[in-house]
Each structure stands twice: as structure tokens, then as C-alpha cells.
């Protein structure tokens, strides 16, 4: 049985390094702010949110009647359509259609369900070679180090972090930090790989039921690169991505990317309708627990996430933690709410990780209840036993916390006998603009 | 379908069907065209700068001697319209990866939209899909009469339902993967310029 990680304690040693803190916290706060100023050019974001949620609701409640729809379009498309019950099978599946083809190199686009099922290693214990196409996931990749955030994997590196590693890898100048010079590295370096590769594979950000369509949003290209550059083209998509119609992608797509980095919409939002003429395309419809939580009444709801990342860039703690530090695939208050449905004991710790301010909420495109399911996985923990001795101790000091406590000398709460609050990093460490009952707007310097 | 294969289907279809929550309608979704720009061509030329295209909006009476001196280095120049010939043309690409050693490549694209910036392309433009990622530049063409206002409007186009292939293309590749600096280009095209010009024949392309 796997040991609980201990987010609080690897958040201590990432808290330690004050440049990389310092920058992640900055990146990631510019970018909420840069989704602000989108949400605010758009007079109906509010109602496309509403619609955003309710077309989700619609679609999971309905789910195996639009899989069997999308399942039949895609086939009548000419795409190969498979099913997979657990990461294992996915993993099966995708190495036995390059094995029948005698295929040992894949490029791959960034794909969170294949981080999901470790398809890398998996791929790579059988002798498969698989180079990373997106710009920041083949950095990690490179750095033997999973993703750190959701849609910009290697965010928490800085320019120096990369110039080194790339000296490393490609013998580039280590002291040339230009990121233009950088990405030019990792251009030409993988380019040849790109361009001589018999497959390639993506995931999905949305699938569309009404016309059997994969859609992916890239702003590197780096997907339809690799779907297209090869003849071979595998898409893997968890099976709770799917939505109705062209029309409710377009309330999709209006959201995703405004939220994510501020930007009115990927440079490439592709849709793959079928194979290309010559070509073969295969979609893998995964599970991995995704059915079970359907029916969980209080946490189907995190099925809704379109991992836009607003609610980690958004999130105190995620910003001043690193995404590393929950050990997990998906992470941030996403995570943390997701994560317990793989393996409750080896995650009990991770809903613990939030201030419950409900910021995360509130900038959510999808409108999921976070910071309550946040709170109702603390509860389930309790009820389950999953809660270690000290920590029940500690949330049982923080109920009996006066209400207006005292900053110390250090910024830390104190109790009003003068000690630090055990719990200190479950309190708000910042008041959250969009908060309930927190009106106040943030007060740091982003330049 | 192998047996397995038809054992997972079933397995979760059924754990779908036992666990999903009561059905929920789905809403009407508008187009929100209340709110839509008072000048489709201008915000499509606001929106796609802000995206690191470029939009050229001055009559450009002579297409080579334009690109030629826009891209004076470009030696392989590929043409994906009829009215132009350019140094090569997408039929005579061997192999999908021979892409790459376009310079420069034109195109018309069917579709803007003027709240994105985005212009639409799929295989029947490109004919090579990988042009639109492995070419080094693209310069494409768009009659200002086929702006649409919002992205609603954009997927009703009929490529959405038809094409095995179409992607909205907003500039050029781009990342901001290293230290959070956006850079152009990623592993896509280096640069997107977009000229606004009549289509010669309305009846032309058909989708």
C-alpha cells in the first residue's frame, strides 16, 4: 500500500528555493490576471459558463448514449474505435498497434491521460522510443521529471533551469538563456525524429458525438504534427471529454483558452474528423475510474474539468507549492479532487493542500464546486480514516482558532495564545478577488 | 471487434449506464450576435495582431512580386491556388514530411473570424495537410466577405461536418514553455500573414 504524499513537506523544500517560488508565483498570478481581462471582454462569460456547465451535466448523464453515438460516427468516418477499461489495457492497446507494425519510435503530443496511464515508460520498457513534441512536456521529458502543471509542463523551470539542460542534451550554449534561442534548439533537435517518425499520437480536448471529431487545442502545432507528419495517427481521449454537438464546442472553445493563458484561442484548434487519404487513425475511449466517479453523488462533478488550469493558477497554495509536490498526475485544486478516486490512501493528504477560499471555483469554466468537493474529500478522509493522528489534532486546534487571527512577525497566523498555528498552510495566504465574501482585489506588483 | 475488445466495450458501457446521475437536459445554446462587432474586418485584423499574425490589408496588385520581396530569401515558393503558380504546388510533394522544405506557402482560406483572428483551413485548402505545420511561412488569402463574427458561427461552417481535416489557425506556432516568454516560432509555421483580397471566383472552391 503506497505511503500518503506528504505535499505539505515537499512544498516546504520548493518554499526553500526562493527564485524558482518567487517566479512560478509570479508567471502563474500574471496568467490569472491575463484570464481576467479575457473573461472581461466577453459580455456573456458568465452565461457561457452557465452553458459550459449545464452541456457537461447534460453529456455525463447521458454519457454511454453519446460514446455509442461518437463511436459510431468515428467508425463511419473511418477512424478504428477501442475501448479501455483501465490504464493497463490503454497501454496494451497502443503498443499493439505499433508492434503489428513493427514501429519502434513514437512522437507524441502533450496528452494528460497518457501521463495518466505512464504510457511513456510502458512504451519505452518495450523497447518503443517516444519523443515528446510539446515544447515544455519534452523538456520534462528530457529532465526525467513528470509534468508540473497541466498545460505548461515545465512552467516551474526557469530560462537558466533550461539553457543547462539543454547544454546537457544538445550541447547547446549554456549560458544563452534567450527562450527564442531555446525553443530554436529544441526545433531543430526534433524536427529530424518529427519528420521520419511511422507514428504519432495526441489526446483530446474535446470529442465531438453529433460528427465523430477529435479536437485538440495546440498553440506549438505540435499535435496536428503529430497526427499528421506519419501515417499512423493515435489518439487517445478519456471517455468523460466527449460533447454533443459542433455547436457546444464553439461554447467550449470560447472558454478554454481565454481561461487557461488569456488568449481569445489556441494558434491551432484542430479537428480530426477521420484518417487522412493513405492513412490509418485509431481512438482509444479510456476509462481508468472515470465510470466509477460517475457515480460518486458528491465528486461526479470534477468530470466536468476541461483542464483549462485556472483553478492552479489561481490557487495560493499550487502557486507557492510547484505542481511537483503533489506527486500526482493531475494536481492543484484539480488534482487534489481527482487524484483521491485513483488511490484514496495514497492521496489522503493531497485535499488538505487549499485554503478553501474558493477562488478556484470561481474562476472555474465549467463551474465545478471545487473548493466544496475539496472539503468533502476532507470529510471523506475523516470518515474513512485516512487522516493521520496529528492532523486531526491540528484541524481541531484550527476550529478552535479565533476569527480575526493575528499575523506574527513572519506573516504566519497565530492563535491567541501566541503560538504558530499548526495549520498555518491551510490558512489564506492571500485574499482572493473573486472569493466569497472577499471582496478585496490582490495587492501584488506583477509586472 | 475481438471478443476482448467487446468485453471492455460492454464493461464500460454498463458501469456508464449504472452510475451515470439522472439525465439533465441540454440547453439552447445562442449565438450571442446582440453583442457581435459593429466592423467584422477591423476587430479580425485587432484580433489576429494580437495573436502575432499579420494582416495585410492594402490591394497587392502583383502576388509575386510581393512575395518576393516579403520573403526575399524564399526559394521554395508553394502555391495552393490556381490563380498562382509559384515554385512548386502541393500535388508535387512526395512524401507528407516533404512539407518542410517549403519556404513559403499560399493559400485562400474559406473562413475568418473576426473574434479570434482565426482563419479556417482544411485538407481541401492545403491538400498536404502538413503545410499547415511544417511549412515555414504561410501567406494566406481571405475575402473580407467571409469574415464571421464569433466562433458559434464559425463551427457551422460545413468543414466541421465534412473534412477529415480543419483546423483554425490563429498566427504562427507559438510557446510559452521556457520561463513563461512567449516565442514564435514553436514547431509549427514561423510566421501567418493574412491578405485580404476578393476571392476571383465566388463559385471557385466548394466545401
Not at chain 2, 4 to 25: C, E, F, G, H
Request: glycine share 6%.
Amino acid at each position: 500500500m503506497s505511503r500518503p504524499v506528504d505535499q505539505a513537506k515537499n512544498a516546504e523544500t520548493f518554499l526553500a528555493d526562493t527564485v524558482h517560488e518567487q517566479r512560478l508565483d509570479e508567471l502563474l498570478w500574471a496568467m490569472r490576471m491575463r484570464r481576467d481581462a479575457a473573461a472581461r471582454q466577453v459580455p456573456e462569460w458568465e452565461e457561457l459558463r452557465t452553458l459550459a456547465s449545464e452541456i457537461k451535466e447534460h453529456t455525463l448523464s447521458n454519457l454511454s448514449q453519446y460514446l455509442i453515438q461518437f463511436e459510431a460516427r468515428a467508425t463511419a468516418n473511418g477512424m478504428i474505435v477501442h475501448w479501455a477499461r483501465d490504464a493497463h489495457e490503454h497501454n496494451q492497446i497502443v503498443y499493439d498497434i505499433l508492434a503489428e507494425q513493427g514501429i519502434d519510435a513514437l512522437i507524441k503530443s502533450k496528452s494528460m491521460l497518457t501521463e495518466e496511464c505512464e504510457l511513456r515508460p510502458f512504451l519505452e520498457r518495450r523497447g518503443i522510443r517516444v519523443t515528446e513534441t510539446d515544447l515544455g512536456e519534452r523538456i520534462q521529458q528530457l529532465d526525467n521529471q513528470p509534468p508540473g502543471h497541466i498545460i505548461g509542463p515545465s512552467i516551474h523551470k526557469t530560462t537558466k533551469d533550461v539553457a543547462v539542460l539543454f547544454s546537457q542534451k544538445y550541447g547547446s550554449d549554456p549560458n544563452n538563456e534567450d527562450a527564442a534561442y531555446l525553443a530554436g534548439v529544441m526545433r531543430e533537435n526534433t524536427r529530424p525524429d518529427i519528420l521520419k517518425a511511422h507514428a504519432g499520437m495526441t489526446g483530446a480536448n474535446f470529442v465531438v458525438a453529433e460528427t465523430g471529431a477529435i479536437v485538440v487545442a495546440t498553440n506549438e502545432g505540435n499535435a496536428d504534427l503529430s497526427a499528421h507528419t506519419s501515417p499512423l495517427h493515435i489518439c487517445s481521449v478519456g471517455i468523460e471529454k466527449i460533447i454533443p454537438t459542433r455547436e457546444s464546442l464553439a461554447v467550449f472553445i470560447r472558454l478554454l483558452t481565454r481561461s487557461a493563458t488569456g488568449d481569445t484561442i489556441t494558434q491551432y484548434t484542430s479537428t480530426f474528423r477521420g484518417p487522412r487519404k493513405g492513412a490509418t487513425m485509431h481512438v482509444i475511449l479510456v476509462d481508468n475510474g472515470r465510470s466509477a466517479r460517475l457515480g460518486m453523488k458528491r465528486f461526479w462533478h470534477s468530470l466536468k474539468c476541461i483542464r483549462c488550469a485556472a483553478c492552479m493558477n489561481t490557487c495560493p497554495v499550487y502557486r507557492r507549492s510547484g505542481g511537483l509536490s503533489y506527486g500526482s498526475t493531475y494536481m492543484g485544486p484539480i488534482g487534489i479532487i481527482m487524484m483521491p478516486t485513483f488511490e484514496i490512501r495514497k492521496y489522503s493528504e493531497l485535499p488538505f493542500a487549499s485554503t478553501l477560499n474558493g477562488s478556484c471555483t470561481n474562476v472555474c469554466p465549467v463551474k465545478i464546486d471545487i473548493h466544496e468537493q475539496i472539503y468533502g474529500w476532507r470529510e471523506v478522509m475523516e470518515e474513512n480514516g485516512q487522516i493521520q493522528v496529528v492532523k486531526k489534532e491540528a484541524m481541531r486546534v484550527a476550529d478552535a482558532q479565533p476569527s480575526d487571527p493575528l499575523p506574527d512577525r513572519h506573516g504566519h497566523t497565530v492563535n491567541r495564545t501566541g503560538s504558530p498555528s499548526p495549520l498555518r498552510h491551510l490558512q489564506p495566504l492571500e485574499c482572493m478577488g473573486q472569493a466569497p465574501g472577499c471582496p478585496g482585489s490582490h495587492n501584488r506588483n506583477i509586472s | 471487434m475481438s471478443s476482448s475488445q467487446a468485453l471492455s466495450r460492454n464493461t464500460i458501457l454498463d458501469s456508464v449506464r449504472a452510475n451515470q446521475p439522472a439525465a439533465q437536459s441540454m440547453p439552447t445554446i445562442p449565438h450571442f450576435h446582440t453583442n457581435n462587432p459593429t466592423d467584422l474586418v477591423a476587430t479580425f485584423c485587432e484580433s489576429i495582431a494580437r495573436m502575432a499574425g499579420v494582416v495585410v490589408t492594402d490591394h497587392v496588385p502583383d502576388l509575386d512580386s510581393f512575395l518576393r520581396t516579403k520573403f526575399p530569401n524564399a526559394k521554395v515558393i508553394c502555391s495552393a491556388i490556381p490563380e498562382y503558380g509559384g515554385t512548386t504546388q502541393p500535388a508535387s510533394l512526395n512524401h507528407w514530411s516533404e512539407a518542410s522544405t517549403i519556404d513559403v506557402c499560399i493559400l485562400r482560406s474559406p473562413m475568418g473570424v473576426a473574434e479570434t483572428g482565426s482563419i479556417l483551413l482544411s485538407d481541401i485548402e492545403l491538400q498536404v495537410n502538413t503545410i499547415a505545420f511544417l511549412a515555414h511561412d504561410l501567406m494566406v488569402l481571405l475575402d473580407t466577405k467571409q469574415i464571421v463574427a464569433n466562433i458559434h458561427d464559425a463551427y457551422q461552417h460545413t468543414y466541421f461536418n465534412l473534412r477529415p481535416y480543419s483546423v483554425l489557425m490563429t498566427g504562427p506556432s507559438g510557446s510559452g514553455d521556457i520561463g513563461g516568454i512567449v516565442v514564435h516560432p514553436a514547431q509549427g509555421v514561423r510566421s501567418l500573414t493574412v491578405l485580404l483580397s476578393p476571392a476571383p471566383d465566388a463559385g471557385q472552391r466548394t466545401g
